[in-house]
């Protein structure tokens, strides 16, 4: 079951359905707030829990006869997306032939990309892990070439920016807290990085983002 992300500085509330409740004692062991616990053989919500729940609907997630709903932090219960039935979700195959198939695009076709299919996976990306929350993630989404152009230029004047963060002075007086292998990336491939697409830029080239 995922969640959409939710920064606020509220705790959110768990609420317990007793009818479905079957004390299995899942809910208790997955959540690392403490908030739930097993008192009078019933399931209740600590008043001593060690932050407060923070709205990651584990508890929820995990309930085998969905007896648990977490609301607040921006959150209700219709924002919880179910799980397909078992028979429906991808086995082992079917994930381990996406996940070796999938290649890193390198050029793009001038062709414009369908807004349907565009929110489908905005759809689908919603669903990622998201750690423990409060977390918010942003999507930029680039209908043309030319927005794509801008952004990769804008990308590339922060770059500069940071570059005296590089500079053989700053390196040498970093060295001694650096690793070999931290300060041996700076130095041959950060610093030269950042200059090659410097210079792409000022020839009005972009290598960046094609």
């Given amino acids: 079951m995922a969640i959409p992300t939710s920064r606020t500085d509220k705790n959110a509330e768990i609420i317990i359905d007793r009818n479905k409740c079957n004390l299995c004692g899942i809910c208790v062991d997955i959540c690392k707030d403490f908030s739930l616990k097993i008192e009078n053989n019933k399931l209740v919500v600590s008043r001593e829990p060690l932050f ?62 369908e807004q349907e299919l565009v929110d489908k996976i905005l759809n689908a990306a919603s669903t990622a892990p998201m750690g423990i929350p409060p977390s918010d993630t942003g999507v930029l ?14 990308f590339i004047n922060e770059l500069k920016k940071m570059k005296k963060f590089f500079s053989p002075f700053i390196l040498a007086v970093l060295k ?35």
Wanted: proline share 5%; aromatic share 14%; with cysteine.
């Fill in 52 to 113: 407060g729940c923070f709205g990651c609907g584990q508890c929820a997630a995990v309930c085998p006869s969905g007896a648990i709903v977490v609301e607040g932090r921006t959150l209700s219960a219709e924002d919880f997306i179910k799980q397909p039935h078992r028979n429906s979700r991808a086995g082992y195959n079917e994930l381990y032939n996406l996940l070796v198939s999938r290649r890193s695009i390198r050029d793009f076709k001038n062709k414009p990309i």
């Fill in 141 to 154: 989404v680039f209908k043309d070439k030319l927005s794509i152009r801008s952004f990769s230029f804008d």
């Fill in 176 to 210: 001694p807290f650096l690793r070999k292998a931290d300060y041996e990336l700076s130095k041959s491939f950060l610093i030269p990085l950042v200059n090659f697409f410097e210079k792409a830029m000022a020839e009005d080239k972009n290598y960046l983002f094609i």
